[in-house]
């Protein structure tokens, strides 16, 4: 099994930028990609980014593109979220997720589904004030 920590969530003003991270535990050795999704009150969670297991692929949702920069550091199993330029709309509760080697993602489009991943972390508030 895998264990994801989220940390770095917070209050922060509009413009403003925060770094969120989310180590790994356990059975690391079998984390393939990792991602960052979100979901504000009301609403149902969406995927923010991902990162394959070589950082070579990082994709992102259209509404933080430009703004939100996804890194690992598969020594340290870890995962981070760069948030810049933070916006309203931003404010969420973030989740990392990860998905195990040997089942995906397989195809661009798989990076963005949350069923990709197997394991979640509990979540870091973020919220983004005026």
């Known amino acids: 099994q895998v264990q994801l920590v989220e940390s770095g969530g917070g209050l922060v003003q509009a413009g403003g930028s925060l770094r969120l991270s989310c180590g790994a535990s356990?059975?690391?050795?079998?984390?393939?990609?990792m991602g960052w999704f979100r979901q504000a009150p009301g609403k149902e969670r969406e995927f923010v980014a991902s990162?394959?297991?070589?950082?070579?692929?990082?994709p992102y949702a259209d509404s933080v593109k430009g703004r939100f920069t996804i890194s690992r550091d598969n020594a340290k199993n870890t995962v981070y979220l760069q948030m810049n330029s933070l916006k309203l709309e931003d404010t969420a509760v973030y989740y990392c997720a990860a998905s195990r080697l040997g089942l995906g993602p397989y195809s661009s489009s798989d990076y963005y589904s949350p069923n990709q991943y197997n394991y979640w972390g509990q979540g870091t508030q973020v919220t983004v004030s005026s």
């Open positions: 990162i394959s297991r070589s950082g070579g692929n990082t």
């Open positions: 356990g059975l690391t050795f079998s984390i393939n990609a």
